[in-house]
């Protein structure tokens, strides 16, 4: 990457963005931003996003090896870090992929993603979804892989083993989960040495998870919620007719209105007065400092009563279905979301 870093002239004081800390003592900055291109934007696009946003102040960044840009990624934390950002500031996440679940896999996995992304020690990783299941790149959201199935209570604790010995051996601070259920996180937290220090999940207005939620809080595990903003950007595939739009809710636009901003930052304010972390992602210069700021600025403060108003806006609608990572005897994508409290197999 031919470019060096040059602090923004409104940059955010980075020691002002508060930081929550995890169930291990590490601590986490309450926003982050995300990477994931998917069809829209390539590896040196998003990087350049990661310099622009540490430039003007962001320090979390979520990143997972299945984005296939964690090697361009590993040159803008150069570029950063070579400007003057000291490594114990920034909060790095990555996760490993579905296909590297086996003995031996995971610690590979991030011994790779360390080497891509030019670190000697990630602040999180977290296991990407609780299946070893995968698809080629591009194929057709509803094909079923024949290797693919349902979630085994032993394999994951094969992976989660390894996650532990990653923490045992320093490259990794803290470990979590993502797209995990109730039923699965219970007896996750039966067999683990080290518990999840948080639960990536999606989060967004219209798809709060509340049960999922208290669970968490109540475990003392953080959730760190994805599609902030309800993703109104995925690709036409991952699209349903029954899907609903947050930041056309009248409900958020009206109080964007109030506050004379952007509906996006609603959702993100919401979530950061709520307790979870949001990681909108963006390449556009004033979304990623706009989604920055609002976290830091007092005149952009959801009231009590919108705050009960937009927890009446629940649609239960999850976007990011996992549909195809199911087996082939899978009835439906919610076998993969245990929604009768029981895991599914
Ligand atoms: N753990 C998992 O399984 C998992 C799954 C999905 C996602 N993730 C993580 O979560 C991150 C975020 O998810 P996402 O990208 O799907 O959803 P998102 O953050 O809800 O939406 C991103 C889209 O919103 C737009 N946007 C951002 N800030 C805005 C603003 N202030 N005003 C208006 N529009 C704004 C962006 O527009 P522009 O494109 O114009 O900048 C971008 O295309 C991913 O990048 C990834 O790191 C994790």
Redesign the pocket.
Known sequence: MNRLFKRHVNAIEVNKIPRKILNNGNSIPCI???????D??GPNQVAE?VVYAAEYGQRFF???SV?TNEKEIGEAFQVILNGGVSRKELFIAS?VWNDMHAEGKVIASCEKTLKDLKLDYLDLF?V??PFPNFHPPGCSVDSRSPDSKPYNHDSYMIVWRQMEKLVERGLVRSIGT??MTIPKLEILLRDCKIKPAVN???I?PHFQQPNLYNFLEEKDILP???????????PERDKTELDTV??EDPVIKDIAERLGV????V??KWAVQRGHI???????P???E??LKCVLDSEIKITEKEMYEISKIDQNCR??KGQVFLWEKASSWEDLWDINGVIVK
């Open positions: 982050g931003i995300g990477t994931f291109g998917s829209l934007y996003a979520d990143c997972a984005y996760k977290l990407h979804w993502s797209n990536e999940m999606e967004h760190i919620g994805f599609c902030p903003i309800g993703s109104p950007k995925r947050d930041i952007h509906p996006a930052i959702c993100l949001p990681i909108p992602f963006s390449v556009t004033s979304k990623i706009s989604n976007l990011i």
